[in-house]
DNA sequence: TTGTATGCGTTATCAA
DNA sequence: TTGATAACGCATACAA
């Protein structure tokens, strides 16, 4: 079966063994570290290794062990949004820095409508020993059937509460939208509208019910609500519609940054300012809340940390520990000069 | 050697050719679409997958096969500012647009400081069958290496022109620096200010030497440079500076939009308008150039057709096509409201 | 502590 | 057109 060392290609296991005069078995034992193996034999072993610029072959090692050594991160929305939205970004850099202690890789899978059942196949196909969830909306209830035969951690709560999804890691939207309202109205703002983000995504419907509570319990009006999509354009135009109807808008919540950066142009368009006539609070502390003019009065959203904790929590699935199903992430308001 | 199908785990090629009453071989023939087997063979095989929900396993199949199907996308720099970067965002966009089209899948390789032996023996380890490297600059010689046993595509030249890396995509930065200046020129501006990016990345040398090239051509000085870091920060920063240093300044260019949307800051917080005293004008056209109040004058960078075109580039070499070694995309001026 | 032998799930090379 | 059977490169139970 052994047959003569392939000279050509990438070296293999097989040639590692046959330099330093020992088995495949022994070079296997030193390449993943096994404890007993004699020092000697380690050193001349690893002299071949180096010599031979040897990396082991991950296909084959994958095939032998079961395992893959890499998890996927799925991002099952459009793209486009998706990658300009500087939450993703973060997420993404979260993760690395988590999976950077590990010999885990990550393995990106964008999402398009067509390639639904690739990226399935992909996931099933013994690729990747488990898979992250961004951005979990409507959908993907398909992903939850993946989660049934590969280990899989949920950024943001499935959109039916009642749908129980196995693990899943989320920020506190609606308690940093119930920040966001207090700090209006202790503010003195009265006529306080909201920017809601889309109905059929969990973040826009739970921070718009944690504005709604709050000004609830100040006895406030909860009339005053126009709809975007996370987009600037789309919170530009929602705050424009707003305005026409109420002028007395005296402060408005976006329920992400982008939207409030968009609510700042119709604002100013119209010759008013900003606190002075309309106060605004947005979500998600991205890196232009602090540069907007005046900046950006928002709730923090620890995106970096649910990266994070979302790779150690697969990484511990993987490993077969037990971990909670629910890990919920603090939000605080950081105020600046916009409200 | 056949032995007992294995019930309990995932279904393999052995158990839907028992079960579609054919050989192994068959099987893979029908799964890999090859022409010679029998419409009805065919039918019975295909009924016996769909049957079982098989998936073929990737690692046996690139063992035997000797290919991978998946590409690796390299982002060789500190991860903070790559992954803020709209640019950045956009070119992952358009590899995943052209990668959609084909069977390849996208394995993201987030490059820290101390992970750089882990990502080359991903690299060299058959992981994949060719790699994107992302945002080339001084460190990376490493990866130049790596192109020499793998098909490796760079985005953006090597910081050394004298270095001849084979495979290269480009956006025409200088041109694009030229077009700015030349349109500040034109506005009637005649003390024009820069603010650069790191010359230690080409990005940042190629559009200030654009900037230079366009002002000595039109007879001014090429006297008022400030630098930045791509960050909007940098870029306040250096406008404050530059308008300490020479508060005669009525036009900059900026290497970049976020720079430009930080100078934006520093220009407003000394009372001077934009366009009146001080006309602006970035680089990238990203999302948030448009939203910008006065919306900005910048140039556009085709980094969604970058990404695209990347991606097609390597997909080619992999298949032993013959490939251009440098290909250079086009800039152009968006005039706005800054300007 | 080390080596032998077998299997991981496919593809590919032969024959039939 | 189909079927045996040998790789593919490594891990691991079992023997020594």
Redesign the interface.
């Known amino acids: 079966m052994a047959g003569i060392p392939n000279a050509g290609s990438?070296p293999t296991l097989e040639m590692v063994a046959a330099r330093a005069g020992v088995s495949r078995a022994t070079v296997s034992r030193v390449v993943n570290g096994s404890p007993k193996v004699s020092p000697d034999v380690v050193a001349v072993v690893q002299e071949a290794i180096a010599a031979l610029n040897y990396?082991?072959?991950?296909?084959?090692r994958?095939?032998a062990s079961r395992r893959?050594q890499?998890i996927a991160?799925v991002v099952p929305e459009s793209?486009?949004k998706v990658?300009?939205d500087?939450f993703f970004?973060?997420l993404?850099?979260g993760i690395?820095?988590a999976?950077?202690d590990t010999?885990y890789?990550?393995?990106?899978?964008?999402e398009?409508e067509?390639?639904f059942d690739?990226t399935r196949?992909?996931l099933?196909?013994?690729?990747v020993d488990g898979a992250l969830v961004a951005s979990h909306h409507t959908g993907d209830h398909s992903y939850a059937h993946v989660s049934r035969?590969l280990p899989v951690v949920f950024g943001g709560r499935p959109l039916d509460p009642g749908e129980q999804v196995n693990h899943t890691v989320d920020v506190d939207n609606a308690h940093g939208a119930e920040l966001a309202g207090d700090h209006l109205v202790e503010r003195g703002r009265r006529r306080i509208a909201a920017i809601a983000g889309p109905q059929d995504m969990p973040p826009g419907v739970d921070r718009l019910r944690g504005w709604q509570r709050s000004l609830e319990r100040a006895g406030l009006a909860i009339d005053l609500v126009g709809y975007g999509d996370f987009s600037?354009?789309s919170g530009?135009e929602a705050m424009r519609r707003l305005l026409e109807r109420e002028p007395s808008i005296d402060g408005v919540f976006a329920a992400n940054d982008q939207m409030a950066?968009?609510a700042?142009?119709a604002i100013?368009e119209t010759g008013r300012s900003i606190p002075g006539d309309v106060a605004v609070v947005g979500f998600d502390d991205d890196?232009?809340a602090a540069?907007a003019?005046p900046p950006l009065t928002t709730v923090h959203q620890p995106s970096l940390e649910m990266g994070e904790v979302m790779a150690r929590t697969l990484v511990r699935l993987i490993d077969g520990e037990d971990v909670p199903a629910t890990t919920l992430l603090p939000t605080r308001l950081v105020v600046r000069q916009s409200s």
């Open positions: 990438a990396v082991p072959n991950r296909a084959a994958s095939l893959t890499a991160l793209t486009a990658f300009n500087p970004a973060t993404v850099q690395g820095l999976l950077a010999e890789t990550l393995s990106m899978l964008i398009s067509a390639a690739k196949r992909y099933l196909g013994g690729n035969s600037p354009a530009a950066i968009g700042y142009t100013l890196q232009y540069m003019v």
